[in-house]
Each structure stands twice: as C-alpha cells, then as structure tokens.
C-alpha cells in the first residue's frame, strides 16, 4: 500500500520549522505532528531530498537503531527527561524511516504499522477493551481466557496465549518465538524465562549458585587443558564462559534483576571509579604497580562510598 504526497502537502505544514517561527501552540495536536514528521522523511526520501538519506537501505541504518535504543536506554538511567525526549524522537525517526523506504518499496506504509499496533494491542488486551473487542481485532484462542480481577502474571500468561494462536504455523519448539538477533543477554534472560514456564528451572536459587561454581570449575578445567595460541581462546573455553555467562543471567532472573541493566551499572561505576584514579595519580597509570594500582582503585570506590568496604 503507497501513500501520494503532494509537494503542496509536504511544504506546508513544515514552514514553522524551517522559519523557526512559534506558530505551534503548546498544545498542538500530536496526530497533526506525526503526520507532519512522516511528510518531512516523504519529503527527504524524495527526488529532490537529501542525498544521504535518499542513499539509505534497510541495512544500512539498522547500526543506528540499535544506537538510538541505548541512547534511550541512558537518557533514562540519567533521569534526564530533555535528553530523552530528544533520543525518543531519534528513535521515532527510525521507525518512520523503515516505513518511508517499506512504502516506496509498495510492501507497507506507516498507516499499516500503525492499524497493525492498534489491533494488536486491543488483541492481547481483552481484560481491559473486552473479550468481543479482542476477538474483532483477531484474537483465536479457543478456550477461555481469565479477564476478571486478574494480576500481572497472569496479563502474560493471557498475552503468550494469544500471541500463540496468532502464529500460522505451529512451532517446533517453545523457545522459536524468542528473536535470535537480540542481544546475547537479552536473548538469555528470555530463554530461561520461557523455559521455566514450561517448569525447567531450578527449584531454589541455592541450586544457580551450585551450577555457578559447577560451571567456575569447568571453566579452570578448560582453561588448564587449552592449547590456544596466544591472543585466542580455545572452543572450549569459549563456550565454558558462555555457560558461565548463561548461568548468572538465569541467577539474575530469579533475583528480579535486569541483567543488561545490572551491567550497564556497573559499567557507570567502573568508569566513575577509573577516572578518580586518573585523576589521583600524578603519573600514567600504565607506569604504575599493580599494589599501586590497586591502592588507587581503593581510594576511588572509598570516596565513592565511604561505607563500602575497599574490596572489589
């Protein structure tokens, strides 16, 4: 489905942003916006638009999505509210950016993504727009669904349930419908979750910090038996890491942790931690000891936290 924009159409409604003119009211009418947003990427994509992004492919802008995703993602552990309002439009624009070379490609326009959502999110919810409403906009589940007085694990229980029956072809397995381009930390935490509602999980976080220490073991083993030349890690100790790595995401499900978070905080504090001890040497940290080193990195986190014991 195409959608014809005029020039007439699109010169229009961008005349305040190009003279930077106040002419918007402070309560201007968001449907009016975003069509006004899709005109202007009509607009740049166009004829006599701008080469860059006129140059543009599905593939070649995929790098900045995931860029604005993080952006966001940091917009919001900072609780600075203009930064994000500012990254949430960069990604809106990426949005309207897939759409606008979908829709010259004749597969979809903006319209459809947007009528897609909606039904979508009217399906999944029949708890709140009710089971008639939810059946209308394409809800096949054959049995009924609990939507009274239900809590938040059992709105997902409803919301697997239905995104199930949307799926044309049945799956081989539970785990299909996990996205296997996500993000490696991602994708785990979502395996094991899957997994532990088809009951494979341990009984008790006891047993993780057992398999921890199973796994730390495995790991010194392949390590002690690697034949790797200098600079490559052996298969083996590849995937001993990894098992490790894929151990502590599922310790950090069961503690209610977001993994990604958990490490992007920590991420925070080494680099707040690693600047304090540039700063308090008078010379290149490379020219240092490693008691000297550490003596600093000390330092660091005891100003940091004063409380905090100076171990690592």
Excluded at 220 to 230: D, F, G, K, N, W
Excluded at 257 to 279: C, D, I, Q, S, Y
Aim: aromatic fraction near 6%.
């Amino acid at each position: 489905m195409k959608t014809t924009v005029t020039a007439a159409g699109i010169l229009k409604p961008i005349v305040y942003i190009v003279d930077m003119s106040s002419e918007r009211p402070p309560a201007a009418d968001s449907a009016a916006l975003f069509a006004e947003a899709v005109s202007i990427m009509a607009r740049l994509r166009g004829p006599d638009g701008c080469p860059w992004d006129r140059e543009q492919s599905f593939d070649t802008i995929r790098k900045y999505t995931l860029e604005e995703c993080y952006e966001v993602l940091d917009a919001i552990e900072r609780r600075h509210w203009t930064d994000l309002c500012e990254e949430l439009g960069d990604l809106l624009l990426q949005v309207i950016f897939y759409a606008q070379m979908a829709n010259e490609a004749g597969h979809f326009s903006i319209a459809d993504v947007i009528a897609g959502l909606n039904r979508k999110l009217v399906r999944r919810h029949p708890h709140v727009f009710g089971e008639e409403a939810s059946m209308a906009a394409g809800n096949a589940v054959e049995s009924p669904l609990e939507t009274e007085d239900i809590d938040s694990f059992q709105v997902l229980r409803n919301w697997d349930a239905i995104k199930r029956a949307e799926k044309t072809q049945p799956a081989s397995s539970a785990l299909d419908s996990i996205p296997r381009g996500l993000p490696a930390l991602l994708e785990a935490a979502k395996l094991g979750s899957r997994a532990q509602k088809s009951g494979f999980d341990w009984p008790e976080v006891e047993g993780i910090f057992a398999k921890l220490e199973e796994e730390t073991e495995e790991l010194r083993q392949a390590i002690r038996a690697s034949s790797a030349t200098a600079g490559v890690a052996s298969e083996e100790v590849v995937s001993e890491v990894g098992d490790l790595l894929f151990t502590l995401v599922n310790l950090a499900r069961r503690l209610h942790v977001e993994p990604e978070f958990a490490l992007r905080h920590t991420n925070g504090k080494f680099r707040r931690r690693f600047a304090a001890m540039e700063a308090a040497s008078v010379q290149p940290l490379e020219s240092l000891s490693a008691a000297q080193l550490e003596s600093l990195w000390s330092q660091a986190k005891l100003a940091e936290s004063p409380a905090t014991s100076p171990s690592r």
